[in-house]
């Protein structure tokens, strides 16, 4: 869940801002003016009631989903309820031309939730990119061994002496093999 969201800054508070100014004017107002005219004096009609309000219930669940900074989520039910909106508006402004001043603000929420959409796409991808960026500049190590650190011990050859720490004298190591042994690999052991 927490993939699908990111901080506010200055610029996305004021399109939010400016989204819920529109929705109060023509989503929540005008729209609902609209909405109980048509129920109560224009039952003829009542199908544009119907579709302004489908279309504001969809475009207030879009606002909710911008205040919980779910941009992507948002982003269909902006789009689906501004075109139901806008059909419904259109057929209404075609006969009174002065209803356009009431219902064309709605696009102020739809570019809001476009350019929300926008930057939080941009977002993701370049967090991506640098997710991407980082895993392919990780060292080997930690790509082939997946966290599993290999520590190699420094080993001694036969043969080289030693210093003692408490005596400062040198030691031998002794070998598991004589000198003459070794040399006489080849040859058979004597027996039966």
Sequence with gaps: MNKLRYDDWAFTIILKI???AAFLWSGFFWSGVTIINFYSFNTSESYRATGFLVAS???LISLILMYLRMYIVQ??????GSI???IQAG???DKIESYTVRYIFEVVILIASLILFALHMARVISKSLDEKGRFNTSPAESIIGDGITVSYHKTEKPGK???????GKKTEKSSEYSAEAENNI??????D
């Excluded at 982003?75 to 689906?80: D, G």
């Excluded at 080849?186 to 027996?191: F, L, N």
Aim: glycine letters at 4%; proline letters at 6%; aromatic letters at 10%.
């Design 84 to 86: 139901i909106y806008l």
């Design 75 to 80: 982003f269909p039910f902006c789009v689906i």
């Design 186 to 191: 080849d040859e058979k052991p004597s027996g």
């Design 161 to 167: 002496e030693k210093k003692s720490r408490k005596k």
């Design 18 to 20: 400016a989204a819920t």
């Design 57 to 59: 219930i969809l475009i």
């Design 91 to 93: 057929q209404l402004i």
